[in-house]
């Protein structure tokens, strides 16, 4: 299937918009950007999706607490609207519970929303990772832990199949030190796969300098509850991200992408 590595991909190459036959849809223009852009939504509002989407986003997550179904049934709707914006665009879904619920029937389930992958936590059962391998891809979050071994506990993430990417849960606000950049390094140097890192409407410069060091494939940016707020803070987020891929190629250098299993 392997939709996450594409979008990591495309997000570093330069997409002319096209039509798609005569009457076909129309793929949007696309700036070449240094990690790929991802909006989660909490929660689901009718249109918004679409609309992240145009204001830059590559990628969709949605929250689903594994028991009402009928948050499936909107989260499919909002990803239909999206297709009819972007073919391409790559939706997940974030599951933070209902484990007693989910099975291989469930995750099929899931498979025909249009869900292309699901972000499971550490403490989610192992046997979801071995559910619908070929059709629905496993990331897995990883925090910040200020044990000095876990970066050795968690370097064994890497001897589990069915993992395609972790969701590096680090706090990226406000000033780190020297010790803090250091420890993030150590845990995401330990992790063999790509990775997101979450950020904020507020990234800047300074704060995107960890994403260069950390060599992150992707970010996860989540919505606010005011659509016209999520779509200037993906606006800015996107345009950063253009920006430091214009750096990184005039200087020679790949920060992004790096430590990959």
Avoid: C
């Amino acid at each position: 299937m392997a939709k996450l590595h594409d979008m990591f991909t495309q997000a570093r190459r330069a997409q002319s918009g096209a039509g798609m036959g005569f009457l076909g849809k129309n793929k949007p223009d696309s700036k070449a950007h240094a990690a790929a852009l991802v909006i989660e939504f909490p929660q689901i509002v009718a249109g918004n999706a679409e609309a992240a989407l145009k204001a830059g986003a590559d990628g969709l997550l949605f929250t689903w607490n594994g028991k009402e179904n009928g948050t499936l049934e909107t989260v499919k709707q909002e990803i239909e609207a999206a297709k009819s914006y972007n073919d391409d665009v790559v939706s997940g879904l974030r599951i933070t519970g209902g484990w007693e619920h989910l099975n291989r029937e469930s995750f099929a389930h899931i498979k025909e929303q249009g869900v292309q992958y699901v972000v499971l936590p550490l403490t989610a059962p192992a046997h979801l990772l071995t559910l619908e391998p070929k059709d629905i891809e496993k990331v897995v979050t990883v925090p910040m832990r200020s044990e000095e071994l876990f970066p050795l506990f968690i370097r064994t993430l890497s001897s589990l199949f069915g993992i395609t990417a972790v969701d590096l849960d680090f706090n990226t606000n406000g000033t780190l030190s020297i010790e803090e950049t250091l420890r993030y390094q150590a845990v995401r140097e330990a992790v063999r796969y790509p990775s997101f890192l979450r950020v904020s409407g507020e990234l800047d410069r300074e704060r995107a300098s960890l994403l260069k060091l950390l060599g992150i494939q992707g970010v996860i940016l989540q919505a606010q509850a005011d659509e016209a707020a999520t779509r200037k803070e993906l606006q800015a987020v996107r345009t950063l991200l253009e920006q430091l891929f214009e750096e990184d190629k005039d200087t020679g250098t790949q920060p992004f992408g790096r430590n990959t299993k």
